[in-house]
């Protein structure tokens, strides 16, 4: 499914459709709208779109991010949502540890993740009627798409090097150079590679009796 496309994401609910036909003993209780694995052509390989200073991010950096992780998540979410409150199911989302804490450079991402929180609080209020779970899912650092360092790499130079004379010598000719530098030195102390926190905690989400609305997952967060 591509998120980003309306088309695509009403063929998926056909295909659903479908089998609920073929199946009539399937009852859909549970929907995950988990976008980090779903096929999106139009985002970047970078997956969490461009990382930088705001002075170097254009507005299409931003619409990039927000098509999938905002907009994605409506998009779906509206067009399944009618068979969830049919059958009294849950909604799973997952936002990001940035609404806890955001760091430079990341503001198309963590204003995309921003608005996940805020659309999934709206969500729990209008569907509670209804005996709707709505949850939020909120990992931390974890070794994933977003993190490898080559695609890493690729973007800041692009980046870089499609700013100004002027933006650069502002920041330093060697800036991007550090910047480098810290993502490839840090980034691999702090990326979680073990994944299972996050399975276990949409696994409980979607089968608990009585799922927590917010699960927090990942060592970094235990200090927030």
């Known amino acids: ?8 994401v009403r063929k998926s609910r056909e295909i659903v459709d479908t089998v609920l036909r ?44 927000w098509e999938v992780n905002m907009c994605g998540v409506i998009r779906v979410t509206q067009t399944f949502r009618d068979l969830i409150k049919k059958s009294r199911g849950r909604i799973v989302i ?19 993740k921003f608005a996940v929180h805020a ?24 070794d994933t798409g977003m993190t490898i360092l080559d695609n890493v790499q690729k973007m ?8 100004s004379q002027k ?12 910047a ?8 691999p102390k702090v990326w979680a590679k073990d994944f299972t926190c996050v399975t276990n905690s949409y696994y409980e989400a979607i089968v608990a009796r009585r799922p927590k609305l917010l699960y927090q997952i990942g060592w970094d967060l235990l200090l927030m």
């Open 119 to 142: 659309y999934t609080a709206v969500l729990r209020h209008e569907l509670q009627p209804y005996g709707v779970d709505v949850i939020e899912i909120v990992p931390g650092s974890f």
């Open 22 to 65: 073929e199946k009539i003993s399937v009852r859909i209780s549970e929907m995950s709208d988990s976008l980090s694995d779903l096929s999106c052509p139009n985002q970047q390989r970078w997956s969490g779109g461009n990382v930088f200073y705001d002075d170097f991010l254009t507005v299409d950096d931003y619409k990039d991010v």
């Open 167 to 178: 933006l650069r010598d502002e920041y330093g000719h060697n800036y991007k150079e550090k």
């Open 94 to 112: 997952c936002s990001s540890a940035c609404i806890l804490f955001t760091s430079p450079s990341h503001g198309p991402y963590a204003s995309s």
């Open 1 to 8: 499914m591509d998120v980003t496309d309306d088309e695509s």
């Open 156 to 163: 800041l130079d692009t980046i870089w090097y499609r700013a």
């Open 180 to 187: 480098t530098k810290f993502i490839k030195e840090l980034g």
